[in-house]
């Protein structure tokens, strides 16, 4: 019987002929970098579970955790989550099949399925959750070019040992701005632009402290700057630090720009001073109007001054 429940087991799960019995699908939200949960819960009867599945549609034929026999599958495991996925229980304890995803990132967005195949019931069981991952919040940092900056990264202060500490920048490939490993910088894949212009505020990284330095920087030095650590006791890679670094012409601090904000301003001075100009001219040319220096428009007005009030009188 065991041999015909195995066979049965092995035929569903290759050939994909089952029952699947489905959940509404629920909705998590999360930002980079933080841990989380994904649960599923299988039916609570007693019943072995057999195989479970946690899969997401456009990983193909790889699995994000895969349990069969009472062992995971290593082999079919996609590489994004080696190292980055556990179960809530590995006992599965009341049929609780959660996952923990951890230190996620943009690329972790999905719809995730958890199957497991309960012995006796002979059908899937199937949890659909939707996770949508938000960026962390981005520190913006403006410099002048040829000036020194520091990008701030503190890793977790808990006496856990920095295995390694990248910082990078998408745009420069394979390469980085520094790598630290093993208690050893690797110069070799250093992008060329930051030789030798980058250290970090302290190498012994007490209390966490992996900011980096950047010498002189020019303008091409603008970009979003992420600070990555893997930590001994998770055996796990977080991001820790997101920076957008704007480098602006000298004289320029604050990202304004000879012909936008400052210009900008100086357009509206010269027009406040022409507006003011006018109303003064205008005052003083109806002052004038009014009062008369001229002694000779005085005497020729004043007559008529005079003939205004015999008029009256008459």
């Not at 690797?186 to 007490?206: C, G, I, W, Y």
């Amino acid at each position: 019987m065991s041999g015909v429940t195995a066979s049965l087991c092995s035929t569903l799960l290759f050939l994909g002929v089952f029952v699947l019995v489905s959940a509404d699908q629920k909705l998590i939200t999360a930002e980079s970098g933080q841990d989380v949960t994904l649960p599923c819960q299988a039916p609570n009867n007693n019943n072995k579970i057999i195989v479970l599945e946690w899969s997401r549609a456009d990983l193909g034929d790889k699995k994000i955790i895969f349990y069969r026999d009472g062992k995971f599958v290593p082999a079919i495991q996609h590489p994004s989550f080696k190292n980055r996925v556990d179960l809530q229980d590995r006992q599965m304890k009341d049929g609780d099949v959660s996952l923990i995803l951890k230190d996620v990132t943009i690329n972790d967005a999905g719809t995730y399925e958890c199957r497991v195949y309960v012995e006796g019931t002979q059908s899937w069981q199937l949890s659909s959750i939707e996770l949508r991952v938000h960026p962390p919040d981005q520190k913006l940092i403006t410099a002048e070019s040829g000036q020194d900056v520091t990008l701030p990264c503190r890793a977790p202060n808990n006496n856990n040992k920095i295995i390694v500490l990248e910082w990078s920048r998408a745009e420069l490939g394979d390469k980085n701005i520094l790598l630290y490993r093993n208690g050893k910088f690797a110069p070799a894949t250093q992008h060329p632009s930051f030789k030798n212009r980058v250290d970090l505020q302290d190498r012994q990284m007490k209390d966490g402290d992996v900011s980096l330095i950047l010498n002189n920087v020019t303008i091409n030095y603008t970009g979003t700057y992420e600070c990555h650590v893997y930590m001994e006791e998770t055996s796990s890679w977080k991001s820790i630090s997101f920076i957008y670094l704007h480098v602006v012409p000298p004289g320029q601090t604050g990202g304004d720009t000879e012909d936008g904000s400052v210009g900008l301003i100086a357009g509206l001075s010269f027009s406040a001073v022409l507006l003011v100009a006018a109303v003064v001219g205008f005052l003083i040319y109806r002052r004038r109007k009014l009062n008369p220096s001229d002694p000779d428009e005085a005497e020729h007005l004043q007559p008529e001054c005079e003939s205004d009030e015999q008029t009256q009188k008459t």
